[in-house]
C-alpha cells in the first residue's frame, strides 16, 4: 500500500519535554542538550517558543537558544510553538526556524486555557499564520489539540475531528499533527481517526477527487509509561509516519493536569520502528551522549 512508502520522520521535542519544569534550566545547557539532538538525525527539532514569559517562564530564552545553536553540520529543521500573532511574527524573523506551530484545540475549553482565545479567534490567528508563513518561507504545523477527546465535557466526536480538519485544510495547513494533550487517545480512537485523515489527505486516488490539498498528517500523542507502546503500534498500523516523541517520554502540557501523561518516549519509538524494519539513519552514538546529558535537565 501506498502508505507504507512514506518515510519516517521523528520529530524530536526538547521543547515539550522542558516547558513544564519549575526551576529555569540554564541556558547553555538547553543549548548543549539540542546541539546534541540536532546531530542525532531528527527530521525536525521541537527546540522552542515564542509564548508569553508569564506563561512559559522556562521559555523565555528561546531567541538566546536559537542563537547559539550550531546548525553547521545537522539535517534537522527547527521548529518552534507560537500562540498568537505576536509570537508568529517573532517566530518569522529568524531564517533558521523552518517550522512555526500552532496549538489549534477543537475544545472551546482548553483552546481559551492554552493560548487565552476562543476557536473563532484562533481560525483567524491560524490564516494569518499560514500567510506569514508564505511570504517568509515557512511551514506551518497546526496541531489538532484535544483531537482525541478532552475532561472538559466539550463537544467531540470524529465528524468534529474531521470538520476542523477539513476547514484547517482549506486555510492552506499543509500539515496537520493530530494531539493528544491529556492522554485520552487510545489504538481504538488512533485507528478510527488516523486512517481516515490519511486517506482523505494523503492518498493521491482520493485526492484527484477531492478540493482539498495535499495535507501530511502527523501525531502528538501524549501517554502515561503504561500506554506509550500500545499507542505507538496502533499509529504506525494506521499509517501515521510523522511522530512527535520526547526523549524519555518527559515533559507534558503544563496547561493539563495529569502528571503521569507525559510524551511518547522517543526511545520507545525507535525500539519500534527499528523492530518494524524502519531505517532510521540516526547517529546512535549522539542520541547516548543526549540521554547521558539529560540527567542534569531532567534531574
Request: aromatic share 8%.
Given at each position: 500500500m501506498q502508505m507504507l512508502q512514506k518515510p519516517i520522520k521523528?520529530?524530536?521535542c526538547p521543547r515539550d519535554a522542558m516547558q513544564g519544569i519549575h526551576d529555569f534550566i540554564d541556558t547553555d545547557l538547553k543549548v548543549a542538550y539540542i546541539n546534541l539532538l540536532l546531530k542525532?538525525?531528527?527530521?525536525?527539532?521541537?527546540?522552542?517558543?515564542?509564548?508569553?514569559?508569564?506563561a512559559i517562564p522556562q521559555l523565555r530564552d528561546t531567541a538566546d537558544v536559537l542563537s547559539k545553536l550550531d546548525l553547521s553540520n545537522t539535517n534537522s529543521k527547527l521548529l518552534a510553538?507560537?500562540?498568537?500573532?505576536?509570537?508568529?511574527?517573532?517566530a518569522c524573523t529568524h531564517e533558521q526556524i523552518s517550522y512555526v506551530g500552532f496549538p489549534f484545540s477543537i475544545s472551546e475549553t482548553f483552546q481559551q486555557r492554552n493560548t487565552n482565545s476562543s476557536i473563532s479567534?484562533?481560525?483567524?490567528?491560524?490564516?494569518?499564520?499560514?500567510?506569514?508563513?508564505?511570504?517568509?518561507?515557512?511551514?506551518?504545523?497546526?496541531?489538532?489539540?484535544?483531537?482525541?477527546?478532552?475532561?472538559?465535557?466539550?463537544?467531540?466526536?470524529?465528524?468534529?475531528?474531521?470538520?476542523?480538519?477539513?476547514?484547517?485544510?482549506?486555510?492552506?495547513?499543509?500539515?496537520?499533527?493530530?494531539?493528544?494533550?491529556?492522554?485520552?487517545?487510545?489504538?481504538?480512537?488512533?485507528?478510527?481517526?488516523?486512517?481516515?485523515?490519511?486517506?482523505?489527505f494523503e492518498t493521491a486516488d482520493t485526492l484527484e477527487q477531492s478540493a482539498l490539498p495535499k495535507v501530511e498528517i502527523g501525531l502528538h500523542l501524549h501517554s502515561t509509561p503504561y500506554t506509550r507502546l500500545e499507542k505507538i503500534q496502533?499509529?504506525?498500523?494506521?499509517?501515521?509516519?510523522?511522530?512527535?516523541?520526547?526523549?524519555?517520554?518527559?515533559?507534558?502540557?503544563?496547561m493539563a493536569t495529569d502528571d503521569l501523561t507525559g510524551n511518547m518516549a522517543t526511545e520507545d519509538l525507535i525500539n519500534y520502528l527499528n523492530?518494524?524494519?524502519?531505517?532510521?539513519?540516526?547517529?546512535?552514538?549522539?542520541?547516548?551522549?543526549?540521554?547521558?546529558?539529560?540527567?542534569?535537565?531532567?534531574?
Open positions: 521523528l520529530v524530536e542525532v538525525g531528527f527530521d525536525t527539532i521541537d527546540f522552542g517558543s515564542f509564548v508569553s514569559p508569564k510553538i507560537v500562540a498568537n500573532l505576536r509570537g508568529v511574527q517573532e479567534q484562533s481560525v483567524d490567528t491560524v490564516k494569518q499564520l499560514l500567510a506569514l508563513c508564505d511570504k517568509h518561507n515557512k511551514t506551518a504545523v497546526i496541531y489538532i489539540s484535544m483531537g482525541f477527546g478532552n475532561p472538559y465535557g466539550d463537544p467531540w466526536n470524529v465528524e468534529i475531528v474531521e470538520k476542523w480538519a477539513d476547514e484547517l485544510a482549506g486555510h492552506g495547513a499543509k500539515i496537520l499533527a493530530l494531539s493528544d494533550t491529556t492522554g485520552v487517545s487510545s489504538p481504538e480512537k488512533i485507528k478510527e481517526i488516523v486512517p481516515l485523515l490519511i486517506k482523505k496502533a499509529a504506525y498500523e494506521s499509517g501515521c509516519r510523522r511522530f512527535d516523541s520526547a526523549l524519555k517520554g518527559f515533559g507534558g502540557c503544563p523492530i518494524k524494519g524502519e531505517i532510521l539513519n540516526l547517529n546512535m552514538e549522539k542520541w547516548q551522549e543526549a540521554l547521558n546529558l539529560s540527567a542534569k535537565i531532567f534531574n
